[in-house]
């Protein structure tokens, strides 16, 4: 389900900058423009200004430069509490001293609401989250999982248009983490909310999301539907950041529209897409996914060059087959294969050729 | 896993043994080493604190000095509930001051009874000084020695002391004295002092705390909130008085406060004030409450700041993304959640208060000194021990009182001390 961005998004952040000392920015010319009913996912490893933006929106931090809008109307100066915007934090913050109906229902109490619609209200958000029975627990008498949908409940509780979540389940285990994101994707759909999610899971991101802003040094790197930032990344940091990844290093041989030859410093000819280079004789990454990696020969996609490899380690993961092979020098070319009926384990030390389709090879500056 | 249909048996070991056993004797040479290291420190606060100060304290009950050397004299109380003395109780009044002069024991008597009825120890030595010479009829004698042998009140509180164990230091420390006809009753107004004492060290000592808390709050949350770098140093400034002396402290307030201080010259330089109109900060109670404060501040904030430590900063971010002002936030979610450290901190700064002595003698003059002066005068000056020992005892109890009633209202576990 893609929402495509609206010209006049719900929420703008429109050349945006954020300096904490004067010195350095830690957010750069920041322009984004999120829809209604979007779920939004900011990714970027820590320190890339990702979580600085999610401030800015929740208007705990002001912006240096430039105009943040939610529906049209500029919010620089509008104060936390009066934009309405709900927010699940890192660690919870439910407050200790109060039960969990006491917190949900303070964000109605200070908008001075009736005691009989307070109650209506904090009784369905809490059956949205399945969680009624627990009404009269403190949180330090729930599990880290309930206390996240007691967050996510009280964020909801107020009907806000927009939802803020600062990474949101990096306090869970997997398990649990992986059947919250399946939650808070459902809460979205039916809520019709708009969310903008700050993540450093690359995984999280990529299940959740409508599109994921991946950023970096305090600027988007690529603003892209999960399955194009996979697919097709821009850049060589996003080709990087987002799952496994292959490098090749070489120089551009041959380039013609979507087409392109990399000399590899070690002499093999290679096809690739080129991305982001232009120019014959630039030097350039070529950047290939460990499962588009073919290893025998009758399934050798159409048009693949072949290149030679040596085994160096195979690793048993269950699902997957993941062996580490030595490719044009560099010993850490990994490839994926599916644990499929029949599939074929490496041995170290073994001789193969390996191919792939040259869409799959993208030529990115390095 | 055992059948559990079976009954259940005690539990045993491999070898048989039962469990409770085992686990006592293996954990048994651990209690011991743990109870060794614990026993030098245990030596010394039974030497040096529970043993004087349980001395100190049974003295305001136990007064030997009558009773020890008025043998005579108790026998006849003992035998007569009478409250006039017929001349047998002259004749063991003298018998008991003649041994009184031989063993000069005279003055300590005089001065037992002088605590309830002052003026009369001069009358047990001259007396005692007499008394060899005197004869038969005993209550003649003595009358023309001295009339006043004859004050009912007098023969009424020498009834009272000939018992050792004696609640009339108590009696006292509630300005209650012995009346005319041997009961207790109220002290002319003039000499009630113990109570109003009482009652302004507990006043003085609430508004000190108070103002350790007002000033203290915004400077716990600046050091819990600042940046490592600049917290630090405040924190050093918040410590630098307790590195400093006591003394030290106290008469520098002296030099800021007094008539011709800093403080009064510059508020005539700067015309606020006229000449003749210097404001009087010392010696009263305005002295004793802001050099208290001051010297009591770091007890307040060093308690707030570890509980504030521990706040996460996301709750009040969370408060305000609810949509709560920022003064709803702080009194509905941050306030709350301090209240342990302010509950730790306003204790710790009361039970000092309370009994706070140097500070309050140095500055505070007529009006500003607390019991713990009385307690001293009593312990240096007039030497009735046993009445300090009762005010000390009263102070202590309405110390645990507090201790107590902060218990059931907050619970002690809750307290926060660093």
């Given at each position: 389900m893609v929402t495509q961005p609206q010209s006049d998004g719900f929420v703008v952040f429109d050349h945006v900058q954020k300096?904490?000392?004067?010195?350095?920015?830690?957010?750069?010319?920041?322009?984004?423009?999120?829809?209604?009913?979007?779920?939004?996912?900011?990714?970027?490893?820590?320190?890339?200004?990702?979580?600085?933006?999610?401030?800015?929106?929740?208007?705990?931090?002001?912006?240096?430069?430039?105009?943040?809008?939610?529906?049209?109307?500029?919010?620089?100066?509008?104060?936390?509490?009066?934009?309405?915007?709900?927010?699940?934090?890192?660690?919870y913050a439910l407050f200790p001293h109060m039960t969990v109906g006491e917190n949900l229902a303070f964000p109605l109490e200070v908008r001075g609401m009736g005691k009989s619609e307070r109650e209506t209200k904090v009784k369905r958000a809490l059956d949205m989250v399945k969680m009624y029975d627990f009404i009269n627990r403190r949180p330090a008498q729930l599990s880290g999982g309930q206390q996240q949908r007691i967050a996510l409940a009280r964020a909801l509780v107020f009907d806000p248009s927009l939802v803020l979540m600062d990474e949101p389940l990096g306090a869970l285990d997997k398990q649990l983490r992986e059947h919250m994101q399946f939650e808070i994707k459902h809460l979205h759909e039916s809520l019709g909310i708009t969310v903008v999610y700050v993540t450093h899971d690359q995984s999280e991101a990529l299940t959740m999301s409508d599109r994921v802003a991946v950023f970096n040094d305090g600027r988007i790197q690529q603003l892209a539907p999960p399955n194009e930032l996979y697919e097709r990344p821009d850049n060589a940091f996003v080709a990087q950041f987002i799952g496994e990844n292959n490098k090749l290093e070489g120089v551009i041989e041959e380039i013609s529209g979507d087409k392109a030859k990399?000399?590899?410093?070690?002499?093999?000819?290679?096809?690739?897409?080129?991305?982001?280079?232009?120019?014959?004789?630039?030097?350039?990454?070529?950047?290939?996914?460990?499962?588009?990696?073919?290893?025998?020969p009758e399934m050798m996609p159409e048009g693949a060059y072949m290149i030679d490899a040596e085994v160096l380690e195979f690793i048993y993961m269950g699902d997957l087959f993941r062996t580490r092979l030595r490719v044009a020098g560099h010993d850490d070319f990994v490839i994926k294969s599916r644990n499929t009926q029949g599939q074929t384990m490496l041995r170290p030390g073994e001789k193969i050729k390996i191919g792939w389709a040259p869409a799959d090879a993208r030529a990115l500056q390095p | 896993m055992s059948n559990s249909d079976t009954a259940p048996e005690i539990l045993r070991t491999v070898d048989g043994q039962p469990l409770k056993e085992a686990l006592t004797r293996a954990s048994r040479s651990a209690r011991i080493r743990a109870f060794l290291l614990v026993l030098p420190l245990l030596v010394f606060v039974l030497l040096t604190f529970v043993v004087p100060i349980g001395q100190m304290l049974s003295r305001s009950v136990v007064d030997e000095k009558f009773s020890e050397n008025m043998l005579q004299l108790g026998a006849w109380f003992a035998e007569n509930d009478s409250l006039i003395p017929d001349e047998a109780a002259y004749a063991a009044l003298v018998a008991d001051l003649k041994v009184a002069s031989a063993q000069r024991s005279a003055g300590n008597v005089g001065t037992r009874i002088n605590y309830e009825l002052p003026g009369t120890r001069s009358m047990f030595t001259s007396a005692a000084r007499r008394a060899d010479e005197m004869a038969p009829p005993f209550k003649e004698a003595m009358l023309a020695q001295d009339p006043k042998w004859a004050r009912p009140d007098l023969w009424a509180a020498m009834r009272s002391a000939s018992a050792a164990a004696t609640?009339?230091?108590?009696?006292?420390?509630?300005?209650?004295?012995?009346?005319?006809?041997?009961?207790?009753?109220?002290?002319?107004?003039?000499?009630?002092?113990?109570?109003?004492?009482?009652?302004?060290?507990?006043?003085?000592?609430?508004?000190?705390?108070?103002?350790?808390?007002?000033?203290?709050?915004?400077?716990?949350?600046?050091?819990?909130?600042?940046?490592?770098?600049?917290?630090?140093?405040?924190?050093?400034?918040?410590?630098?008085?307790?590195?400093?002396?006591?003394?030290?402290?106290?008469?520098?307030?002296?030099?800021?406060?007094?008539?011709?201080?800093?403080?009064?010259?510059?508020?005539?330089?700067?015309?606020?004030?006229?000449?003749?109109?210097?404001?009087?900060?010392?010696?009263?109670?305005?002295?004793?409450?802001?050099?208290?404060?001051h010297i009591l501040l770091p007890f307040m904030i060093l308690p707030l700041y570890s509980v504030m430590k521990t706040i996460p900063p996301s709750y009040a971010r969370a408060a305000r993304s609810l949509g709560a002002t920022s003064w709803t936030t702080f009194r509905r979610i941050y306030l709350p959640q301090t209240v342990s450290g302010i509950g730790a901190g306003g204790i710790l700064c009361f039970i000092l208060a309370v009994g706070y002595y140097i500070t309050p003698a140095l500055v505070g003059g007529a009006d500003g000194t607390l019991i713990s002066n009385q307690i001293a005068f009593h312990m240096q000056k007039s030497l009735n021990w046993s009445l300090a020992a009762a005010l000390a005892a009263m102070l202590l109890a309405s110390v645990l009182v507090l201790y107590w009633a902060y218990d059931r209202m907050v619970g002690i576990d809750n307290m926060k001390l660093g």
């Amino acid at each position: 389900m893609v929402t495509q961005p609206q010209s006049d998004g719900f929420v703008v952040f429109d050349h945006v900058q954020k300096s904490y000392d004067g010195e350095t920015l830690v957010v750069k010319d920041l322009n984004l423009s999120i829809g209604k009913g979007e779920f939004l996912t900011m990714l970027g490893p820590s320190g890339s200004g990702k979580t600085t933006c999610l401030m800015m929106l929740a208007g705990f931090e002001t912006a240096t430069h430039g105009d943040i809008l939610l529906d049209g109307r500029p919010i620089n100066t509008v104060p936390p509490h009066k934009r309405g915007i709900g927010m699940v934090f890192q660690n919870y913050a439910l407050f200790p001293h109060m039960t969990v109906g006491e917190n949900l229902a303070f964000p109605l109490e200070v908008r001075g609401m009736g005691k009989s619609e307070r109650e209506t209200k904090v009784k369905r958000a809490l059956d949205m989250v399945k969680m009624y029975d627990f009404i009269n627990r403190r949180p330090a008498q729930l599990s880290g999982g309930q206390q996240q949908r007691i967050a996510l409940a009280r964020a909801l509780v107020f009907d806000p248009s927009l939802v803020l979540m600062d990474e949101p389940l990096g306090a869970l285990d997997k398990q649990l983490r992986e059947h919250m994101q399946f939650e808070i994707k459902h809460l979205h759909e039916s809520l019709g909310i708009t969310v903008v999610y700050v993540t450093h899971d690359q995984s999280e991101a990529l299940t959740m999301s409508d599109r994921v802003a991946v950023f970096n040094d305090g600027r988007i790197q690529q603003l892209a539907p999960p399955n194009e930032l996979y697919e097709r990344p821009d850049n060589a940091f996003v080709a990087q950041f987002i799952g496994e990844n292959n490098k090749l290093e070489g120089v551009i041989e041959e380039i013609s529209g979507d087409k392109a030859k990399v000399r590899l410093a070690t002499g093999e000819l290679i096809a690739a897409t080129p991305v982001n280079v232009t120019q014959k004789g630039e030097k350039t990454l070529v950047s290939i996914r460990p499962e588009r990696i073919e290893f025998k020969p009758e399934m050798m996609p159409e048009g693949a060059y072949m290149i030679d490899a040596e085994v160096l380690e195979f690793i048993y993961m269950g699902d997957l087959f993941r062996t580490r092979l030595r490719v044009a020098g560099h010993d850490d070319f990994v490839i994926k294969s599916r644990n499929t009926q029949g599939q074929t384990m490496l041995r170290p030390g073994e001789k193969i050729k390996i191919g792939w389709a040259p869409a799959d090879a993208r030529a990115l500056q390095p | 896993m055992s059948n559990s249909d079976t009954a259940p048996e005690i539990l045993r070991t491999v070898d048989g043994q039962p469990l409770k056993e085992a686990l006592t004797r293996a954990s048994r040479s651990a209690r011991i080493r743990a109870f060794l290291l614990v026993l030098p420190l245990l030596v010394f606060v039974l030497l040096t604190f529970v043993v004087p100060i349980g001395q100190m304290l049974s003295r305001s009950v136990v007064d030997e000095k009558f009773s020890e050397n008025m043998l005579q004299l108790g026998a006849w109380f003992a035998e007569n509930d009478s409250l006039i003395p017929d001349e047998a109780a002259y004749a063991a009044l003298v018998a008991d001051l003649k041994v009184a002069s031989a063993q000069r024991s005279a003055g300590n008597v005089g001065t037992r009874i002088n605590y309830e009825l002052p003026g009369t120890r001069s009358m047990f030595t001259s007396a005692a000084r007499r008394a060899d010479e005197m004869a038969p009829p005993f209550k003649e004698a003595m009358l023309a020695q001295d009339p006043k042998w004859a004050r009912p009140d007098l023969w009424a509180a020498m009834r009272s002391a000939s018992a050792a164990a004696t609640l009339n230091f108590y009696q006292a420390a509630l300005d209650r004295q012995i009346g005319a006809d041997g009961t207790f009753e109220a002290a002319p107004e003039n000499v009630q002092i113990y109570v109003k004492l009482f009652i302004r060290t507990f006043v003085l000592s609430v508004v000190i705390t108070g103002l350790c808390l007002l000033l203290g709050f915004p400077i716990a949350h600046l050091l819990a909130t600042l940046p490592l770098r600049y917290a630090s140093l405040l924190m050093i400034l918040v410590l630098l008085p307790f590195w400093t002396s006591l003394l030290v402290r106290t008469t520098s307030w002296m030099v800021l406060l007094q008539g011709q201080g800093v403080i009064n010259d510059l508020l005539v330089w700067a015309g606020i004030v006229g000449d003749d109109g210097r404001l009087e900060m010392m010696y009263n109670q305005t002295g004793t409450i802001i050099a208290m404060t001051h010297i009591l501040l770091p007890f307040m904030i060093l308690p707030l700041y570890s509980v504030m430590k521990t706040i996460p900063p996301s709750y009040a971010r969370a408060a305000r993304s609810l949509g709560a002002t920022s003064w709803t936030t702080f009194r509905r979610i941050y306030l709350p959640q301090t209240v342990s450290g302010i509950g730790a901190g306003g204790i710790l700064c009361f039970i000092l208060a309370v009994g706070y002595y140097i500070t309050p003698a140095l500055v505070g003059g007529a009006d500003g000194t607390l019991i713990s002066n009385q307690i001293a005068f009593h312990m240096q000056k007039s030497l009735n021990w046993s009445l300090a020992a009762a005010l000390a005892a009263m102070l202590l109890a309405s110390v645990l009182v507090l201790y107590w009633a902060y218990d059931r209202m907050v619970g002690i576990d809750n307290m926060k001390l660093g």
